[in-house]
């Protein structure tokens, strides 16, 4: 079975000609990054990803976590591959100096992250969810709190959680009800259960800090009374050591379609006379400092699509080049072929293809865009930048995961029969993405917040100053591209004309726009990521005509190409189905059913 590769030559043309890597590496506190660091980092992180996670993956889908009377065991290998991880420093590639982290562009850590989650998914969860808690503790944890976690969830010595759902709340965080009772000094004791706990409870480190969402006494009603608390599962000692064992238990650890080497726990609180935590920032703005880690993790679930995605088209690859059936079309009495020489076999690969590409140049365009929120020393540019990256990160959560499914199993349909055998792998990928449009917030949540927060409530200020982007680039597209030019036209025409439906109609007609939110956000998807393949196309171009004989510049404008006829030319369907489709979604009677 074959094993990741990381598709560095893809990614370094993405971050460096799409993403900006050398303006990127100009802002403060991103000085360390110079191109040899840079080449330096992808080379080792292809390696480790290869060599010590990939070969994982397979065990951790047939070996999967075990749980024992609290006690949860993780697969073969894994324990040992993550103190591997941790001591080669990659937990804190992204991380704060102050705190023990090397402080490295996200644009950076973005195309890293790629690779644990190509090469292994169920693996990288668990530094995925200590990223997330990272972020929320420097942002709203007092100096005590960072103190006392910063320097060991950095390192990854510890690891960490978010504990939102409960089983009576679901996506509904407003039925939250584990409740906290104060004690005195600053402390509380928790209570309740919270359940699909991503590696909630584990046998890869010493401690685990869990980030976790319950109401105080006096709470209001509703989202405005849930607060933030920290609650490791062992309190820590005078000098900062895991001590004393904290009243928080796993009572059991879910059957699940896919990532079966990724521990998702159910996790009781209190059970045994209360579980201690301290408050995070203000009471009742948990939900406001949770959403620091949901936006975190929902840019790299995005990432986990993108990633099932590359590994499902290099299995789907290999299998077309070395799997020989049939004879070639119009060849009568012809020799058998690979099938990859057969016209729909090509046509999924390339629609796999394609849409990894187009998925890869938006993520990492957004990875650079949050660099640029956080440290471009111009406010403006900040301001943009965030309003940018606000934007696109519903849409590669949600499209790049969306997509990743039909990719995955397109990897399973490439192999025919044998695509439906487990032994093979490409099942594997179809069920591990699958998860991936669900949690941290399934596809029509990215999409409400996204016609939401980020189109109507500014009357689409953002979104139309990226289409008018969209436009000056495509004018580029001219001579032998005009092809992929007058698609790119049509396309972000349709954008702009359901961006203009949604803002005239989401306060009149809020049911109607919201039947169209998942629609609208695979047209955005579609459109821009169209936009940036285009980008890619111009830069292509320009390297040929300059001598660079390179197959990778050709493959890409036929990749270009591919992708402006099969995917820009479905966005005036989808915008009619947005504009005029609502009235089919809503009116049948719910009895009809």
Not at 108 to 124: D, I, P, R, Y
Not at 451 to 462: L, P
């Amino acid at each position: 079975m074959s094993e990741y590769v990381a598709p560095l030559r893809d990614m370094r043309f993405v971050m460096q000609e799409l993403a900006g890597l050398d303006q990127i590496v100009s802002l403060p506190g991103c000085e360390e990054a110079s191109a040899d660091v840079v080449d330096a980092i992808l080379d080792e992180a292809a390696k480790f990803a290869g060599e010590v996670i990939s070969p994982l993956n397979r065990v951790g889908d047939t070996d999967g976590a075990k749980w024992t009377e609290t006690v949860v065991t993780t697969s073969p290998g894994f324990k040992e591959a993550y103190r591997q991880f941790v001591d080669n420093g990659w937990n804190g590639l992204g991380c704060d100096p102050e705190f023990g982290g090397q402080g490295l562009p996200r644009l950076l850590s973005t195309a890293v992250s790629e690779m644990w989650k190509g090469a292994n998914h169920a693996f990288s969860l668990c530094p995925m969810l200590t990223q997330g808690a990272i972020e929320a503790l420097m942002i709203a944890g007092t100096d005590e709190q960072k103190a006392a976690y910063l320097p060991n969830l950095v390192s990854g010595e510890w690891t960490g959680t978010m504990n939102l759902t409960e089983p009576s709340a679901g996506s509904d965080l407003a039925a939250v009800r584990s409740r906290a009772e104060p004690v005195g000094d600053g402390t509380y004791k928790i209570f309740g259960q919270k359940i699909f706990i991503t590696y909630g409870e584990h046998d890869m480190t010493d401690n685990i800090v869990h980030l976790v969402l319950a109401r105080t006494p006096d709470a209001p009603e509703g989202v405005k009374g849930i607060s933030l608390f920290v609650v490791p599962k062992f309190l820590l000692k005078a000098d900062g050591t895991p001590g004393e064992r904290n009243d928080v238990y796993c009572v059991s650890i879910e059957h699940k379609l896919g990532i079966h080497g990724s521990p998702t726990a159910v996790l009781a609180f209190g059970d045994h006379g209360g579980a201690i935590g301290t408050l995070v920032g203000e009471e009742n703005r948990g939900l406001e400092y949770m959403f620091i880690m949901m936006n975190a993790a929902r840019f790299n679930v995005g990432l986990e699509g993108l990633g099932d995605a590359e590994r499902a088209y290099q299995r789907a690859v290999t299998y077309a080049k070395e799997r020989i059936q049939g004879t070639e079309v119009g060849v009568r009495g012809g020799p058998k072929v690979p099938i990859i020489k057969h016209p729909d076999v090509r046509r999924m690969l390339m629609s796999m293809r394609a849409r990894i590409e187009a998925m890869r140049a938006l993520a990492y365009v957004t990875g650079a865009a949050q660099d640029n929120a956080h440290a471009n020393p111009d406010e403006v540019a900040r301001k943009q930048a965030q309003a940018f990256a606000d934007l696109m990160i519903p849409v590669v959560k949600g499209w790049s995961t969306e997509s990743a499914v039909d990719i995955a199993s397109l990897g399973v349909q490439v192999h025919g029969g044998m695509g439906f055998i487990e032994e093979t792998g490409a099942a594997q990928h179809l069920r591990d993405a699958r998860i991936t449009t669900i949690y941290e917030g399934t596809t029509a949540i990215q999409a409400n917040d996204l016609i939401g927060r980020k189109i109507a409530r500014e009357k689409g200020v953002t979104v139309l100053t990226v289409i008018a982007e969209m436009r000056a680039d495509a004018a580029r597209l001219d001579g032998d591209l005009a092809g992929i030019c007058a698609r790119q036209l049509v396309a972000v025409d349709a954008l702009e004309r359901a961006v203009f439906w949604i803002v005239a109609n989401y306060s009149s007609d809020p049911k109607a726009t919201h039947a169209g939110a998942v629609p609208f956000l695979h047209l955005l998807g579609i459109v821009a990521g169209g936009w940036q393949m285009g980008r890619a196309a111009v830069i292509a171009r320009a390297k040929i005509a300059g001598g660079d004989d390179d197959p990778f510049w050709t493959a890409k404008l036929t990749t270009t190409r591919f992708f402006a006829d099969h995917f820009l030319t479905q966005a005036p369907g989808l915008s009619e189905s947005i504009v005029a489709g609502a009235s089919g979604t809503l009116e049948m009677a719910e009895d009809s059913f």
